[in-house]
């Protein structure tokens, strides 16, 4: 079993930079893929950005060039650097780890004002 732990979420204004941190615990060893999905009421889950154990990422079109995804392989912990947010940046956001099978964190709300 893998444990994640989200942290870094809050209320910002337009414009604003937030940072989030997830550390997996537990079996986390050979986790392959991390990364951080988000969902807004009323909308289905989707995927932010995600990156792999060498560092390959991949980021939703609606982020690129204002959210960059980083990932601590010793301390199986990854980070979501999220500037120039915008109010539909508004949703909870899940971190997000495959190993064997995918594990979700509990959630961290990030809301962003106009």
């Known amino acids: 079993q893998v444990q994640l732990a989200e942290s870094g979420g809050g209320l910002v204004q337009a414009g604003g930079s937030l940072r989030l941190s997830c550390a997996a615990s537990?079996?986390?060893?050979?986790?392959?893929?991390m990364g951080w999905y988000r969902q807004a009421p009323g909308k289905q889950r989707e995927l932010v950005a995600t990156?792999?154990?060498?560092?390959?990422?991949n980021y939703a079109d609606s982020v690129k060039g204002r959210f960059t995804i980083s990932r601590d392989n010793a301390k199986n912990t990854v980070f979501l650097q999220m500037n120039s947010l915008e109010p539909e940046d508004t949703a909870t956001y899940y971190c997000?780890?495959?190993?064997?099978?995918?594990?979700w964190g509990q959630g961290t709300q990030v809301t962003v004002s106009s």
């Open positions: 997000y780890a495959l190993r064997v099978t995918t594990y």
């Open positions: 990156i792999s154990n060498s560092g390959s990422t």
């Open positions: 537990g079996t986390s060893y050979s986790i392959r893929v």
